[in-house]
């Protein structure tokens, strides 16, 4: 009961993670100053820190652990890259030009995440027999 809480937390983060980013990054390419909304930048830290404390869990609670189980590897790699290419996507010093290509590669990240979590396999069991 309390792993399928906590689970729900888990998705219900990435959900507002991934909508906090497609707004912010929305705005940034429209040129919008975001950064003037507190609660933009606050939100995500908060929601991304839950995000993170609910996987730690999950993965303790399974007995599963990044740099054991390869798929937690490759989520904890993927959220990485995911932070990093949203940061240069919203970045005060980031090229406009540089904008939607860094923010499409993050959002591709994230797709990518979601299937390794749905099939617990870094290539989303394509290579599997
Ligand atoms: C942006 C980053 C992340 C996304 C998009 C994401 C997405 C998801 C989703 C959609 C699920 C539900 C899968 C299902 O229905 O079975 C899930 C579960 C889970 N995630 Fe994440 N996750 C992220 C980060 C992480 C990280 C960094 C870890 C590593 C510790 C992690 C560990 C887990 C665990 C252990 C589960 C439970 C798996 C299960 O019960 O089968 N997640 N995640």
């Not at 189980?69 to 996507?89: F, P």
Request: charged share 10%; net charge positive; aromatic share 10%.
């Amino acid at each position: 009961m309390a792993y399928l809480l906590v689970k729900y937390l888990h998705v219900t983060c990435v959900l507002i993670s991934v909508s906090l980013f497609v707004l912010r990054g929305a705005l940034a390419l429209m040129s919008r100053p975001w950064r003037q909304r507190r609660v933009l930048h606050v939100a995500p830290h908060m929601v991304d820190t839950v995000l993170l404390g609910s996987a730690l869990w999950l993965a303790w609670r399974i007995g599963q652990y990044p740099f054991v189980n390869g798929w937690l590897t490759a989520k904890v790699l993927g959220l990485l890259a995911y932070i990093l290419l949203g940061m240069r996507a919203l970045g005060k010093n980031t090229p406009r030009s540089q904008r939607l290509p860094f923010f499409v590669a993050a959002l591709l990240t994230v797709g990518y995440i979601v299937g390794v979590a749905l099939t617990h396999s870094p290539s989303w069991e394509l290579l599997s027999s």
